[in-house]
């Protein structure tokens, strides 16, 4: 078991950019969660899913976010049109199922300039 | 909607000194309490959890009672070392859908 796996783990980009982040779950895992961490913040939740289906998507998360969970396995964000705003650290996490305990990965960390 | 606040940071401390750090919530119902680590340059790692009222969780020294009464979940060691300097984020979990809801997080800083 190697945990949770996040690629890259830094991105640098220009504002107005499309940039794709992936996330490689615990194997069995069913849930995988999404979290933004901003400097001298805790993690905030963006959305979740069980197996392939997204089942929340926190307010944070606008339309120019989108993630996918294809197959259940690994998953993607991606930001399009990125802005200044959303420079911070993506961390995603997954747990075997609701009620167990979430495994974060290490994180990308993103700079738009 | 859910929250936690933490006491402010940083928190310097000298080695072998007693360590509390605050952590209150506001939920609805009774979600499972955590505190989970994040060291210089790593990922977040559970630290210790409690699920129901009165549970304390404990792990390297450290510990957390869940008290319902005054919905605190405050974070404790008796005897600190310079390889617990980390930042200290308390968290619940939410009820319905599992995700975690993260207090702003405290810094440690232990000096020799």
């Known amino acids: 078991d190697t945990g949770v796996s996040q690629n890259p783990r830094h991105k640098i980009t220009k504002r107005g950019q499309n940039v794709t982040f992936r996330c490689d779950p615990i194997?069995?895992?069913?849930?995988l969660y999404w979290y933004r961490q901003t400097l001298g913040q805790g993690p905030e939740f963006l959305t979740y899913?069980?197996?392939?289906?997204?089942?929340?998507k926190s307010r944070l998360l606008s339309d120019r976010f989108s993630a996918e969970r294809p197959k259940g396995s690994f998953s993607t964000l991606e930001i399009q049109r990125t802005e200044q705003g959303d420079s911070a650290m993506y961390l995603c996490?997954?747990?075997?199922?609701?009620?167990?305990?979430?495994?974060f990965g290490p994180g990308t960390r993103l700079t738009v300039t | 909607g859910d929250s936690v606040t933490q006491m402010e940071g940083p928190v310097t401390l000298s080695e072998e000194a007693f360590l509390t750090i605050n952590c209150t919530y506001t939920a609805t119902g009774y979600p499972s309490l955590f505190w989970y680590v994040q060291y210089p340059g790593e990922g977040l790692q559970l630290l210790l959890k409690?699920?129901?009222?009165?549970d304390k969780g404990s792990n390297k020294g450290f510990e957390a009672t869940y008290r319902k009464e005054t919905t605190s979940f405050h974070l404790e060691k008796g005897s600190v070392q310079v390889s617990d300097s980390a930042v200290y984020f308390c968290a619940l979990r939410d009820n319905q859908g599992g995700k975690l809801i993260f207090g702003q997080g405290t810094e440690l800083s232990v000096k020799p």
């Open positions: 194997s069995e895992h069913n849930r």
């Open positions: 996490a997954s747990s075997l199922d609701r009620g167990y305990e979430q495994y």
């Open positions: 899913f069980q197996n392939e289906a997204q089942l929340e």
């Open positions: 409690a699920t129901k009222a009165d």
